[in-house]
């Protein structure tokens, strides 16, 4: 029996741990943010497998650290870690290693990005400014005129309002059009990979994919073929391996631990999947719905895992491109999320039972509300409505309160249309 370590605190962190945890192997999971109390949580009696939630730890390099101390860890290494950490390293791998993705121009100065964008027909339509670090989610944009552009390229060179800090680099890359989906990637040593089922997420806060970008206000997954088609999902895989490859050729190979692939279905491209950006961590929300899958479909997430960990990944035979089951998940935020969210209501309706429903909390301290995005309500079924209507019901829509018996708290906010692109063709 094995003890698990996740580092981390939110619905991802939530979601794996009900994965992990459901494992006939795992004696106890603990999930925090302080690395020394979780240790110290545990018994140990063996060292536990170390499962690393968000990005910051990875770019900082905790999971060499803790692997030279003999833990088995499950994330990416520092170096690794610098294809998220850099949008321009990433770039340049996919240049050498032949990876579909937006040309790109990368740029170290603010005359150079002021010739790029005064360039004559160079329209502000054409092209996504990212700022070449960590950002928090808050360093790509999409610029509607040249002023904008010229605004955000100088605030991500100079300025400290993309992620609180000033980047030395920025990119300018080619904007595309089409469905943008997540592949989350388990990799154990060298060329052993697994591509979980592929997810879409919905990151603008309100429904018709409006308002402001948040972390992720609802994923479902699979991705049905109605959206990704049979042909799209081989270029998909091939993507991924020349990715794993060119990383490797690279000098920086990513093993043991994620490769997160965010991909558009490109027009440009006649519908190929183009990088978009590469994590090397699990999607938040995307995990929220990628596990259940999993565990429906008879994976044991903690082997998994594990395997990937000590380098001899044990990859389920199922093939993930072709489950039975859906999953979808919708986020209830507070109000004023992003920006400003309220905290302290009271939650009602959490200890209930909702048929093919599981509750992960987020942002929730002693039953109150207590970050932006508070928790996920994911519902499952056969078919992909089947799993939106067990979600939905199990959420108060209609305000009603603690009478409802159903998930809600005063100041929540929430989607309408999670998963509308495969819904409409469902
Ligand atoms: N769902 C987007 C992300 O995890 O970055």
């Known amino acids: 029996m094995g003890e698990v370590l996740i580092l981390g605190s939110g619905g991802r962190e939530a979601a794996l741990e009900q994965a992990i945890g459901a494992s006939d192997e795992v004696e106890r999971v603990v999930t925090t943010n302080n690395l020394q109390e979780g240790l110290e949580r545990l018994s140990r009696h063996e060292k536990p497998l170390v499962v690393v939630g968000p990005e910051a730890p990875l770019v900082a390099g905790i999971a060499d650290e803790l692997r030279a101390e003999g833990y088995p860890v499950f994330g990416v290494g520092k170096e690794a870690a610098r294809y998220e950490a850099s949008k321009s390293l990433a770039v340049r791998m996919m240049r050498s290693a032949g990876v579909l993705h937006p040309a790109t121009a990368i740029v170290e100065n603010w005359r150079t990005a002021e010739r790029y964008i005064n360039s004559p027909g160079r329209h502000p339509l054409s092209y996504v400014i990212k700022a070449d670090g960590l950002a928090g989610g808050k360093g790509v944009v999409l610029p509607q005129s040249r002023f904008e552009a010229l605004d955000a390229a100088y605030g991500m060179l100079r300025g400290k309002q993309f992620g609180g800090v000033s980047h030395d680099v920025i990119n300018f890359a080619d904007r595309h ?51 990704m088609s049979e042909q799209q999902y081989g270029q998909l895989q091939e993507s991924v391996e020349k990715t ?27 519908g190929k999947p183009v990088v978009i950006e590469y994590n090397v961590r699990f999607g938040d929300p995307e995990t929220q719905v990628i596990m259940p899958l999993l565990q429906a479909a008879g994976v044991d997430v903690y082997r998994l895992l594990r395997s990937a960990a000590e380098g001899s990944l044990e990859a389920p035979t199922l093939d993930m491109s072709q489950l039975a089951v859906s999953a979808l998940t919708v986020c209830l935020a507070a109000e004023g999320y992003p920006e400003s969210p309220v905290k302290g209501d009271r939650i009602w309706g959490l200890g209930e039972h909702y048929p093919n429903v599981t509750v992960q909390p987020a942002g929730i301290k002693d039953g109150k509300t207590a970050g932006g995005r508070v928790l996920y309500v994911t519902g499952t079924g056969t078919t992909l409505t089947e799993a939106a209507d067990a979600a939905y019901a199990a959420i108060d829509t209609q305000h009603g309160g603690p009478e409802s018996g159903k998930v809600g708290f005063p100041s929540m906010q929430f989607r309408t249309d999670i998963g509308h692109q495969a819904l409409a063709h469902a």
């Not at 609802?218 to 073929?225: E, Q």
Request: proline share 8%; hydrophobic share 35%.
């Open 177 to 227: 059009h089409g469905p943008e989906i997540s592949a989350m990637v388990v990799v154990g040593d060298t060329d052993e990979f697994i591509i979980l089922p592929v997810a879409q997420d919905h990151k603008r806060r309100d429904d018709g994919d409006e308002g402001p970008n948040t972390g992720g206000m609802g994923a479902y997954a699979p991705v049905p073929r109605s959206i």
């Open 244 to 270: 794993l490859a060119g990383m490797r050729a690279f000098g920086a190979p990513l093993e043991r631990g994620l490769l997160y692939g965010g991909f558009m279905l490109s027009e440009e491209e006649g």
